[in-house]
């Protein structure tokens, strides 16, 4: 069954560290492998990454991280979508890492008031991220097309407390 559209925000409270695997498994897959402190950084980063996408979330979606999509990817209206800038620029540089460890725990409808031209489906993934001492959750979503490959579209560092 699809969850509307505009649910998303409420959702992202139920979710729990163990829907990554045990302690151990979360212990390295919250831990960053790149730095990046502020968008020169991430963009260098990103376009290098670009070329080993596409990536495979935990949950088994494939999405491709266009050359053309890195510059939105760390503008400024993104960066300002995240809680924290460095925490945005940090997700980004490790886009690759948190996407594979990124779920889709629901499935939503489309919103009727975006362009959904061609669109089959846009995914919302959620993966847990070390930052400064606790554990921040990064919002993928990726568009999944009818006639083109799956776009890795957008990326959020969410301030959302995680339960145990």
Partial sequence: MLEPW??????????????????????????????????????????KIAENSPFISKSGLTARLRRRTVGKLVSSVAVHSSFNPEAHYLAAANIDKYFSNAIEPWLFELNPNKNNEGLKSRHYLFSPM?????????????????????????IEALDIVIKK
């Fill in 6 to 47: 505009d649910s998303v925000q409420e959702k992202i409270n139920d979710l729990r560290l163990d829907l990554w695997g045990t302690p151990e498994d979360l212990s390295i897959a919250v831990t960053p492998v790149r730095k990046a402190r502020d968008r020169r950084q991430a963009t260098d980063i990103l376009k």
């Fill in 130 to 154: 070390e930052y400064k001492g606790r554990i921040a959750l990064i919002k993928f979503t990726v568009k999944e097309y009818y006639k083109a490959e799956n776009n890795l579209y957008s």
